[in-house]
Every structure is written in C-alpha cells, then in structure tokens.
C-alpha cells in the first residue's frame, strides 16, 4: 500500500527554520516527481516546490524562492522541504505528494495532478 508520512512541522518564531520530511512506504520514490503543498484554513492547497525524479531539479512558489529547499534522498526513500527565514504567512498544514512523472513539468504547482498525498503536518510561524 502506497503512503506518505509527513513529519518536521511545529511551532516556530517569524525568522526560524524547520526542515519538513516526507517518507514513502509502499513505493519507490525514485520514479515519481514529489511535490509539497500547503493549505491554509478555508483555502485550496497551494504548491510550494516540486522535484523531479529525473535529476533532482526543482521548482519553488515565487514567495518561497531563496529561503526554501527541496531535496530528496532517494535510498532513504524521503524528500525533505528545508525552510528558512519562516514568516507568519507561511503557516499551514503541509502535505507531500506523488505522481509517476520523471519530471515535474510546467503544471507542478497543480494539486489535481498528483496521485498520493500525505496527511500533512502542521507548521505555525508566530511569536
């Protein structure tokens, strides 16, 4: 059976860092594009970076560019989202997803294109 568990997310002052995991069981990540996506109470699921299976490229929402990192180890079977200088728009429920592409394409941010979701975990940025 396909899953995800997402961990990493807590409580965290506007400036700090907390480095989010998603490990797979039931399949092998090598072969699907990862995506992270963050949903907000009364809000639809907003991409926030891809990776791609292929060679490791990666793609960020604008507001995230330079201070959020995707990455992926692929003998652990996880990906991991680093994030950095975290601001209190930021916080949400943040959810990994799959879907069986080599490359994470022009429509990454797209939710209704991935196949597997996590559960999420849930990141707050306040003082």
């Known amino acids: 059976q396909l899953k995800f568990v997402e961990s990493g997310g807590g409580l965290v002052q506007p400036g700090g860092s907390l480095r989010l995991s998603c490990a797979a069981s039931?399949?092998?990540?090598?072969?699907?594009?990862i995506g992270w996506f963050r949903r907000s109470p009364g809000k639809e699921h907003d991409g926030v970076s891809c990776i791609s299976s292929s060679d490791g490229s990666a793609y960020y929402k604008d507001s995230v560019k330079g201070r959020f990192t995707i990455s992926r180890d692929n003998a652990k079977n996880t990906v991991y989202l680093q994030m950095n200088s975290l601001k209190p728009e930021d916080t949400a429920v943040y959810h990994c997803?799959?879907?069986?592409?080599?490359?994470?394409?022009?429509?990454?941010?797209?939710?209704?294109?991935?196949?597997?979701w996590g559960p999420g975990t849930q990141v707050t940025v306040s003082s």
């Open positions: 997803a799959a879907v069986p592409w080599v490359s994470c394409g022009s429509r990454w941010y797209a939710p209704d294109d991935y196949d597997y």
């Open positions: 039931g399949f092998i990540l090598d072969y699907y594009a």
